[in-house]
């Protein structure tokens, strides 16, 4: 699957030429002209898109408001700016509202493709599909069919640690040893408390798991 890229620039032109450049690079390119429709378009796609590229000079709002608003809906998304002006104040401004990198025009779309390149590289170098599951280890995220559950650091590592070896059965002094440290007692039940509050946050049931399965007498492992 081509990875999908939203391009916000009014200039029809070179909108129509970015697009088709970008599309000979196997990338899914949408493209809107006018910034409400693109915050519009974010707001109910906004898992979909793995990279906007923002011209700044845009009717109906500023495009470093364009930009902040983009920020506001998706937090992971990348942010390219492209844009004619160029001055150091602008590419501060830009950065600070939650753009990733400032592109100045003109520039050779050949130029574009390589910073998106690099881009999608750094982004998906740190995430990781399992089943139905999503690991982003750099922000120490794991999403569950698109949404990002509140995992605390030791319900995280936990689940991580077994979304990493499917199938694969965990003592309890193993998965203790994994999240706290050496020193497991036999009488200690704090594994099975995170595993519960886990189970409680990815709505399995322990009697008939999807997830999360009880191996009686040892410890856990990821239903695969």
């Given at each position: 699957?081509?990875?999908?890229?939203?391009?916000?620039?009014?200039?029809?032109?070179?909108?129509?030429?970015?697009?088709?450049?970008?599309?000979?690079?196997?990338?899914?390119?949408?493209?809107?002209?006018?910034?409400?429709?693109?915050?519009?378009?974010?707001?109910?796609?906004?898992?979909?898109?793995?990279?906007?590229?923002?011209?700044?000079?845009?009717?109906?709002?500023?495009?470093?408001?364009?930009?902040?608003?983009?920020?506001?809906?998706?937090?992971?998304?990348?942010?390219?700016?492209?844009?004619?002006?160029?001055e150091?104040?602008?590419?501060?401004?830009?950065?600070?509202?939650?753009?990733?990198?400032?592109?100045?025009?003109?520039?050779?779309?050949?130029?574009?493709?390589?910073k998106?390149?690099?881009?999608?590289?750094?982004?998906?170098?740190?995430?990781?599909?399992?089943?139905?599951?999503?690991?982003?280890?750099?922000?120490?995220?794991?999403?569950?069919?698109?949404?990002?559950?509140?995992?605390?650091?030791?319900?995280?590592?936990?689940?991580?640690?077994?979304?990493?070896?499917?199938?694969k059965?965990f003592?309890?002094?193993?998965l203790?040893?994994?999240?706290?440290?050496?020193?497991y007692?036999?009488?200690?039940?704090?594994?099975?408390?995170?595993?519960?509050?886990?189970?409680?946050?990815?709505?399995?049931?322990?009697?008939?798991?999807?997830?999360?399965?009880?191996?009686?007498?040892?410890?856990?492992q990821l239903?695969?």
């Amino acid at each position: 699957m081509s990875e999908k890229i939203l391009l916000i620039e009014d200039d029809l032109e070179m909108q129509a030429l970015i697009k088709e450049y970008l599309t000979n690079y196997d990338f899914e390119v949408v493209a809107i002209d006018k910034p409400k429709e693109a915050l519009a378009y974010v707001k109910a796609h906004s898992q979909e898109i793995q990279l906007i590229v923002l011209d700044l000079m845009l009717p109906q709002m500023d495009g470093f408001d364009v930009c902040k608003a983009l920020r506001a809906l998706n937090e992971e998304v990348y942010i390219i700016i492209s844009s004619a002006r160029n001055e150091l104040s602008d590419k501060i401004l830009g950065y600070g509202l939650g753009a990733d990198d400032y592109l100045a025009k003109p520039y050779e779309p050949r130029e574009l493709v390589l910073k998106i390149n690099s881009a999608l590289r750094r982004t998906l170098k740190s995430k990781k599909k399992i089943g139905d599951f999503e690991i982003d280890e750099e922000k120490m995220q794991i999403a569950l069919e698109g949404y990002a559950l509140d995992l605390t650091k030791i319900e995280f590592d936990l689940l991580h640690l077994l979304l990493s070896h499917p199938g694969k059965v965990f003592s309890r002094e193993t998965l203790f040893n994994a999240i706290n440290g050496i020193g497991y007692s036999s009488k200690d039940r704090t594994v099975d408390m995170h595993v519960s509050n886990l189970r409680a946050k990815l709505g399995d049931d322990s009697k008939n798991p999807k997830y999360i399965k009880s191996v009686w007498g040892v410890g856990y492992q990821l239903v695969h």
